[in-house]
């Protein structure tokens, strides 16, 4: 079995392993928060661009919930895609309950339609979308050519330098020294068991996660090679990777970042 | 707002003797480097003649980038001691080196006339290079190693570094990478024990005051000099390089390229292709 489809089985066990309250906040929020879910410094940077009437996709939206907030922009339309089904299908219960502009399609990332092609003036891509990846080539080839001329792709993620440091329960991870250097900046593979914490709140025997990082060389050089061109990078001293790096917010180390790049 | 690189900016007495930053840090470029270039490299004929005998290898890691050089108008920003520049016009670059240090424009004209190539040396401001060249001259921008932290606002450099491109030319950027300037500190003397921590403050935007580059070749002199700097993050560079149009078609990242041992998985210099 690949990667890609041993990933998509471990997802969907760990949407069916969910705990009972796992999403269930995402419609209250949606009626009572301006951008529930979203980063603010995210919401900063696409508030630079007009997004009223637009189209906009996300790639590997997971339940959705980041997409059917970025529609308070003002977007014409939304479609989310992910690989696992379940999730997608909760996901269109919850556009279909709100009444949002939004739909989800499950399909591998590499593999969406040309139906889709030329589509979306913006994608957004957030943390827990590249490190899915092994290659970055063919997934930003596939950004650029669902992006419309001109459109734009919004990239938030952990930072190359936080995939340096031990998480818990990672190897070489030294609870009174956080800051340790335990993994290469130039990348390093992930093979897990442990499942998805913050989905079932719980530990557990999983299918086989396979993940990878990617340094900003990865990075970079895939979305210029797809055709598109860097606009800007913003780099953040915080985590966003449900506390795995939390202990070290705040104290001078990058631990996001934002990009933004563009079709010429 | 902090002064850029060519303002005249009087500076308070904790920086220094009420000069600007720039003035400070030509001083101090001024004062030994023809020395100390001697003491690193030899001198003008014995550098020379290394260059002529095998000039892609004075290019180290950007050799790849210079293949087809012959022909092509070169600016390098900065150039200092001139081997690189001595090194391109030997492949048959027409090269011009900016670069407000005397000793330095001395000691690259003197490497120049003993390897038998010209180079076109202007003594001045990066900043006021349009004071003498007009602009889209360039096939080929090229500034490495210890340049951009000379610079308290990059934005004005970079515009620089379009200006003089021509419509097909390309910007080399290469400098040490931010990670490991601004991060990363190491316990342990040898590759095995070394053990690699973040201490450093990746945000940092304060302006430091360090010895000058080539010191650390004058063993035997008293007086040090002092340079002052501001180091960037790799955001910032890109960030700033795209606001001035510059479109970057390529970044590499490299690991220690002088020990096979030392400082793996951590990313020592970069390298940044940009053209107009």
Not at chain 1, 164 to 186: C, I, K, Q, W
Not at chain 2, 32 to 56: C, H, Q, T
């Amino acid at each position: 079995m690949d990667y890609i489809q041993s990933n998509k089985e471990a997802w969907e066990e760990a949407f069916e392993e969910r705990s009972g309250d796992w999403g269930a906040d995402i419609i209250s929020r949606l009626n009572a928060e301006e951008f529930p879910f979203m980063d603010k410094n995210f919401i900063e940077t696409m508030s630079d661009y007009e997004m009223e009437g637009k189209t906009v996709a996300q790639f590997c939206c997971n339940n959705g919930r980041e997409l059917l907030s970025l529609m308070k922009f003002g977007f014409k339309s939304g479609i989310g895609f992910d690989i696992a089904e379940n999730q997608v299908a909760f996901a269109n219960d919850i556009a279909k309950r709100t009444n949002i502009r939004c739909r989800f399609i499950a399909t591998d990332i590499l593999k969406i339609a040309a139906a889709h092609h030329d589509s979306f003036d913006v994608i957004v891509i957030t943390i827990g979308a590249l490190c899915w990846f092994r290659d970055l080539g063919p997934f930003f080839e596939m950004v650029a050519k669902c992006l419309k001329a001109s459109g734009s792709v919004f990239i938030h993620d952990v930072h190359p330098v936080a995939n340096m440091l031990g998480a818990p329960g990672e190897d070489g991870y030294d609870e009174t020294a956080p800051n340790r250097l335990v993994n290469s900046y130039f990348g390093k593979v992930w093979k897990e068991n442990k499942g998805i914490h913050y989905i079932t709140g719980k530990s557990y025997k999983s299918k086989t996660f396979t993940s990878f990082s990617h340094s900003f060389e990865n990075i970079l050089n895939a979305i210029i090679e797809s055709g598109l061109s860097i606009r800007k990078i913003r780099e953040f001293d915080y985590d966003i990777a449900d506390g795995m790096f939390s202990a070290l917010d705040h104290k001078g180390i990058p631990l996001s970042f934002i990009l933004h790049a563009s079709k010429s | 707002m902090l002064p850029t690189y060519g303002e005249r900016m009087v500076m308070n007495s904790e920086i220094g003797s009420g000069l600007d930053i720039s003035t400070i840090n030509m001083n101090s470029w001024n004062s030994n480097s023809y020395a100390a270039w001697v003491e690193r490299f030899g001198k003008p004929d014995e550098i020379a003649r290394k260059i002529l005998a095998d000039p892609m290898k004075m290019l180290s890691s950007l050799k790849d980038l210079f293949s087809e050089v012959k022909g092509k108008r070169i600016l390098n920003i900065m150039g200092s001691n001139g081997t690189k520049a001595v090194a391109l016009a030997a492949l048959g670059a027409d090269v011009t080196i900016v670069d407000f240090s005397e000793e330095n424009r001395r000691y690259a004209l003197d490497v120049a006339a003993s390897a038998g190539v010209i180079i076109n040396f202007i003594q001045s401001d990066i900043l006021k290079i349009s004071d003498y060249i007009e602009s889209r001259t360039f096939d080929i921008v090229l500034a490495e190693m210890g340049i951009i932290h000379y610079f308290t606002d990059l934005n004005p450099f970079m515009k620089i570094a379009f200006d003089m491109l021509n419509k097909e030319g390309i910007f080399i950027l290469k400098d040490f990478h931010p990670v490991s300037t601004k991060l990363i500190s190491y316990r342990g003397s040898t590759a095995k024990v070394r053990k690699y921590k973040i201490t450093g403050d990746y945000f940092d935007k304060s302006i430091e005051k360090v010895e000058v580059a080539y010191d650390k070749h004058l063993d035997s002199i008293d007086v040090r000099q002092f340079v002052y700097i501001r180091k960037w993050t790799l955001g910032e560079i890109v960030t700033s390089m795209a606001e001035e149009g510059l479109i970057i078609r390529s970044l590499k990242e490299e690991p220690n390229l002088s020990s096979e041992v030392f400082d793996r998985g951590i990313p020592k210099t970069f390298t940044i292709v940009a053209g107009r």
